[in-house]
T-cell receptor, first 112, second 114 residues
C-alpha cells in the first residue's frame, strides 16, 4: 500500500526564518509528487515533481525530489505571516493520476 | 476561468439522515474526484468519475456513492449518516485524470453530523 509521511507535523517560526518541510514516500511505480498549501479549506497547488525533474522554484518557495532516498523537501525562505497554513504532500497511485495518497500535513505557523 | 465550485459550504444533519453534495468542475475538466478530510485521518480518496462513469473507488462503505452528469458536474451522496461522517468533503477536478496532471480543489463542504 502506498504511503506518504510528512514531518514535522507542526512548526512555529518567526517572520524572516527559513523552514524546511519533509515528505518521504513509498509508492508503487512512482510517477510524481505534489505539494499543496491549505490555508482554510481549498488546497492550492504549489509544485509537481516528476521522475524527470528534481527541483522546482517559485519565488521564496522551492522543492527538491530525491528519487534515490524517496523523499522530497519544501523550503520556504524569508517566511511571512501569510505563509501560515497546512502544507500537504501527495503522490498519485500508479493506476490513477487523480487518486492521491496524502501525508498528514505540516501545520506551519509564522509569528510576526 | 472559474474554479471548482462546491455547494453547499456548510451542512448540519442528524444521524440516520442522508445528504447530497454538489461539485462543478473547472470548465473543460472531465475528471472529478472526491476526498474526505478529517483531523484524525487526513485527506482520503473517496472516488473518481470520468465521462459519467466511476473510474476509481477508495476504501469507503457503500453508504458513500456518487454520480457524474454529462456536463461533468458531480454529486456525492452519503446515506444513513453516522457521527464519524462529520468531515470536510473536497472535490477536485482535472482535465483527464491522467498521470502528471495537477488536481484543482474546491473549497469543500463542511458536514457536521449531530
Amino acid at each position: 500500500e502506498d504511503k506518504v509521511v510528512q514531518s514535522p507535523l507542526s512548526l512555529v517560526v518567526h517572520e524572516g526564518d527559513t523552514v524546511t518541510l519533509n515528505c518521504s514516500y513509498e509508492v508503487t511505480n512512482f510517477r510524481s509528487l505534489l505539494w499543496y498549501k491549505q490555508e482554510k479549506k481549498a488546497p492550492t497547488f504549489l509544485f509537481m515533481l516528476t521522475s524527470s525533474g528534481i527541483e522546482k522554484k517559485s519565488g521564496r518557495l522551492s522543492s527538491i525530489l530525491d528519487k534515490k532516498e524517496l523523499f522530497s523537501i519544501l523550503n520556504i525562505t524569508a517566511t511571512q505571516t501569510g505563509d501560515s497554513a497546512v502544507y500537504l504532500c501527495a503522490a498519485p497511485k500508479e493506476t490513477s493520476g487523480s487518486r492521491l495518497t496524502f501525508g498528514e500535513g505540516t501545520q506551519l505557523t509564522v509569528n510576526p | 476561468k472559474a474554479g471548482v465550485t462546491q455547494t453547499p459550504r456548510y451542512l448540519i444533519k442528524t444521524r440516520g439522515q442522508q445528504v447530497t453534495l454538489s461539485c462543478s468542475p473547472i470548465s473543460g475538466h472531465r475528471s472529478v474526484s472526491w476526498y474526505q478530510q478529517t483531523p484524525g485521518q487526513g485527506l482520503q480518496f473517496l472516488f473518481e468519475y470520468f465521462s459519467e462513469t466511476q473510474r476509481n473507488k477508495g476504501n469507503f462503505p457503500g453508504r458513500f456513492s456518487g454520480r457524474q452528469f454529462s456536463n461533468s458536474r458531480s454529486e456525492m451522496n452519503v446515506s444513513t449518516l453516522e457521527l464519524g461522517d462529520s468531515a470536510l468533503y473536497l472535490c477536485a477536478s482535472t482535465t483527464l485524470g491522467g498521470q502528471n496532471e495537477k488536481l484543482f480543489f474546491g473549497s469543500g463542504t463542511q458536514l457536521s453530523v449531530l
